[in-house]
């Protein structure tokens, strides 16, 4: 066994098994339950919008030539493929067009928990509490992530937390799932922090989306072989030569924060941020800002000058996109996008649009403003319209995700499955079995 780190946040590894594999829903407050529901609606409306668009027809060409048989669904389509696959491809299209909650954390921890769920005929009930174990193991461990801002922590070195924290997150939700042991859940945690990665170079390709992907069916394959046996080392977090000394250095008081409220404060009783706008978080201020100036105002864009705006570098790694998927992470294009049709929706991310004359002019104009606190737009006739950046809007309560997972949906599932999928996943606890729900999320064979 390796030698603990000192100060590395003893038996971690332990508090995030022995969290697993004794969680009760009776022991989450009522609105961790709510929340974690709307979580649910929300993403798999964005992923099987994801079927319809340039990634989701790439990843159902993989599965079509790569993925094994089983009963697990491919959402939104009539495919159905192994656990482990379908973890993989659900996972990759829930992130696939940036459109997931702002925490990121449901993409994996719900493509392994439905497909374990799916796979063994489990309960309504089990499905969730696998669900909201992983979210929370995921979320518990987010300080490592929290001060990249500053230059502190693995995050500001190019890691990213969806692909390091991910697989030991959907490996907590496919134990519990499972009935794992104790230890067994230990050995799926070892097995999993060894098997992580992601760059935020990634961010506006194709690789970002892959990497929730990557750590759903990782974290399930990781829970299987603890299963079934396989060992590694209980501290492989926090010991000598561990994930944390690997990612570091990681100032003490980050490790000590590590899972120190898990199962008492439960993140999902928090506000969730669920967004409107199918982009990075990083582009929403300015796009919002955005909008409203050209509501406003009325501007036309053969009269724009200039736009000055934090085109925010990091995270936003493509500045002038040569693809449309790389808009999404991209202030310029979503500005130019805004300006023109007044609205962002999530099918604006083509290449046809990026290609546009008007576009590329609008592109040019953006100039960097590090830390500006407003979007200021110049006019050719010397006018000078500013807006305060805001924090960016979310989406609240049942009615506004049902709209948004109507809006998602509408073009890919019956109505019928749209009703049942909504009805259903409202009262996940009674569902005697989560099939129920799976087969609403099946859309007629083409």
């Not at 909650?101 to 769920?117: E, G, I, W």
């Not at 935020?200 to 990557?214: V, W």
């Not at 936003?316 to 007044?342: D, K, N, T, W």
């Not at 576009?359 to 606190?373: A, N, S």
Request: proline share 4%; charged share 20%; aromatic share 4%.
């Amino acid at each position: 066994m390796a030698e603990d780190k000192p100060n590395s946040g003893q038996k971690l590894s332990h508090k995030l098994a022995n969290f697993t594999a004794n969680f009760s829903l009776e022991t989450a407050p009522a609105k961790a339950l709510d929340n974690a529901k709307l979580a649910i609606l929300d993403c798999l409306g964005v992923a099987m919008l994801a079927t319809s668009q340039e990634i989701g027809a790439n990843l159902l060409k993989f599965a079509n030539a790569n993925s094994s048989a089983g009963a697990c669904t491919i959402w939104g389509t009539s495919r159905t493929a192994s656990p482990r696959d379908a973890a993989l491809i659900n996972g990759t299209l829930a992130h696939g067009l940036d459109y997931d909650d702002r925490n990121h954390s449901t993409t994996y921890t719900l493509a392994t928990s439905l497909a374990v769920s799916e796979q063994l005929n489990l309960s309504g009930v089990k499905m969730l509490a696998a669900f909201i174990v992983g979210r929370e193991v995921r979320n518990s461990l987010d300080a490592l992530f929290g001060r990249r801002g500053d230059g502190i922590g693995p995050g500001a070195k190019g890691w990213h937390s969806n692909g390091i924290l991910g697989p030991i997150a959907a490996a907590c939700s496919a134990s519990h799932a499972l009935n794992l042991s104790t230890t067994e859940t230990l050995a799926a945690i070892g097995l999993a922090a060894g098997s992580c990665g992601a760059l935020t170079r990634d961010g506006g390709t194709m690789a970002k989306p892959f990497r929730t992907g990557h750590a759903a069916a990782t974290g399930l394959t990781c829970a299987l072989l603890a299963q079934n046996g396989f060992s590694s080392d209980d501290i492989a977090i926090e010991g000598r030569f561990g994930l944390l000394e690997a990612l570091g250095p990681i100032p003490d008081d980050l490790v000590a924060a590590l899972a120190r409220e898990l199962g008492v404060n439960f993140q999902l009783a928090h506000e969730l941020r669920i967004k409107p706008h199918a982009s990075c978080t990083a582009t929403h201020n300015g796009l919002e800002a955005m909008l409203r100036l050209a509501r406003q105002h009325d501007l036309k864009p053969e009269n724009i000058e200039s736009i000055e705006c934090d085109q925010k570098p990091y995270p936003l790694v493509r500045q002038i996109p040569q693809r449309g998927y790389e808009g999404r992470f991209s202030m310029a294009y979503c500005l130019a996008i805004a300006l023109i049709h007044r609205q962002l929706n999530p099918g604006d991310f083509i290449d046809r649009n990026v290609t546009q004359p008007l576009v590329q002019d609008l592109m040019r104009r953006v100039r960097h403003t590090p830390g500006g606190p407003a979007l200021v737009v110049n006019l050719k006739n010397g006018a000078r319209l500013e807006e305060k950046l805001q924090t960016p809007s979310d989406l609240h309560g049942w009615d506004e995700v049902e709209n948004k997972f109507r809006a998602a949906t509408g073009a890919i599932l019956n109505s019928r499955n749209i009703a049942a999928a909504i009805d259903q996943v409202h009262a996940l606890e009674s569902l005697a079995s989560i099939q129920s729900l799976t087969q609403s999320l099946k859309s007629s064979p083409t």
